[in-house]
């Protein structure tokens, strides 16, 4: 049975949010340059099964694991919990994809605590096709092969706004990438580079406050030595970190 006082104030929340609506398709953001973060820790944990995500869901980089890192993209599942983004990804049938991280959802046990790491950061997770590209990003393709793909827990129905800590926690995850990656540069959604296929992460991602966030140290975790001293090494090196699930951070 339907409450219609529920109906009503939903009615009305969505009404005020058409005014606010943006165009996902025009998501996009360059970091300004000489201004990255300090390396800190972000709350993040390791999907216990991320080595058959590695294995299954993820291809070697085609590019510098670290100086080729240039982007990263933003998107939203269409789905409402974490486990249903995961079982569609290894689906055969299903998304067979995968991103870096996911965000999750406000009635999920993680909200406010932490974003769970899939696929370690050197490897290109698959969240984009391989033809698609954008003028804004200089017309390249393979665009997983120099991102890095952040998923959003959010049903993208007009009632379903992203929480105020799924917005902070993004943005802090692209300061965190940041601080470690010398060439990033741009951060866009799915939709930019593929606006036939996907809106994500849809309208009621507030882009115009996201990448205000971005801009901001006001909300960095204090510099961190051993994440300092992970960047430095990560900067000098050419090769591929050697890291195995259950590693506090992924590279
Ligand atoms: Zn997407």
Not at 13 to 20: A, D, K, M
Not at 236 to 248: E, I, Q, T, V, Y
Request: net charge negative.
């Amino acid at each position: 049975m339907t409450d219609f006082t529920d109906v009503r104030r939903a009615s009305a929340i969505s009404r005020v949010r058409e005014g606010n609506l943006g165009n996902p398709k025009t998501y996009f953001f360059k970091l300004p340059t000489g201004a990255a973060p300090r390396p800190f820790k972000i709350p993040e944990k390791i999907y216990p099964d991320i080595a058959w995500y590695n294995a299954n869901r993820a291809s070697n980089r085609i590019y510098h694991a670290v100086d080729g890192i240039e982007g990263v993209v933003i998107h939203a599942t269409a789905g409402g919990s974490t486990d249903g983004a995961l079982n569609w990804w290894r689906n055969p049938n299903g998304g067979k994809a995968s991103a870096h991280w996911i965000v999750p959802d406000e009635d999920e046990y993680g909200h406010g605590r932490e974003v769970l790491a899939v696929v370690y950061e050197s490897l290109a997770a698959w969240h984009v096709r391989n033809d698609k590209t954008h003028a804004l990003v200089g017309n390249r393709d393979h665009i997983n092969h120099w991102t890095l793909g952040i998923e959003i827990v959010n049903s993208q129905t007009n009632l379903d706004q992203f929480s105020d800590w799924q917005v902070a926690i993004t943005a802090l995850l692209v300061r965190y990438c940041w601080a470690k990656y010398p060439n990033l540069k741009f951060v866009f959604s799915h939709a930019l580079v593929d606006p036939q296929r996907r809106s994500d992460p849809g309208p009621q991602f507030d882009w115009g406050r996201f990448t205000g966030m971005i801009a901001s140290d006001a909300d960095d975790p204090p510099a961190d030595n051993e994440a300092l001293a992970l960047v430095a090494n990560v900067k000098a090196r050419s090769g591929f970190p050697n890291l195995k699930p259950g590693d506090d951070c992924c590279m």
